[in-house]
């Protein structure tokens, strides 16, 4: 399916900048692609999950840069979103990586009820599971561990690692640790780096290694991800 690029500035259609980046990113799954930055600048405004500010640039801030961490995926990879809020990265990576099988984890009814509404309305129900949860309360055993604007690296670690805070009930969560074995993919602004070297006794401590990788579709930067895996 080709893209309909869009000069107008409609959020449900791809702007013309980044047609060919969405082209190949979505490939002929374009339309769920624009379906959800409708549902984004619609019920995700309305929910209060999107600021309306948001409107005008849901597709280079939102959309394409959470398909930053989709060349760094292996194929046919069972993926955890945390955090997702509104669905940021799991759907966008989900509708580019139909080989994938990701739960979207989020602990705000509110956040579950949008993602439900969205995985339904794009038809993702057989690749996608909305799983209302805590990252330490979470049982799931995902390969991928992806997240946006959720925490610094050290607190992703501490939380993806099994040995975070205490939960509400005084007692930490007994589930087996996310990192490692899954690996962890955090998407990150400007900062990555500075945070990577925060984050370098609670690595070291646990065995693991970062580093940053900045993966782009047809020469466009799609954003920054901190990489985590074992050492």
Known sequence: MRVR???SGGAGVVP??????????????VHLGEQYAGILAD???????????EADRLWDRHIVNSLCV??????????ADIGSGAGLPGIPLAIARPDLRIDLVEPMQRRVDFLSMCVGRLGLEAQVRVVRARVEEYEGHPQVVTCRAVASVARLVELTSGDAAPLRSGHLADTQPLVPPAELLAIKGERAE?????????LQRRGLTADVSRPEIAGRLLGTVVRVRAA
């Open 194 to 202: 500075e945070e990577i070297r925060a984050a370098k006794r609670c």
């Open 43 to 53: 019920e995700g405004i309305e929910w209060g999950l999107i600021g309306p500010r």
């Open 70 to 79: 989709m060349p760094l995926i292996d194929v046919g990879a069972t993926v």
């Open 5 to 7: 690029a869009d000069e």
């Open 16 to 29: 013309q900048e980044w047609a060919e980046v969405v082209q190949l990113g979505f490939g002929d799954r």
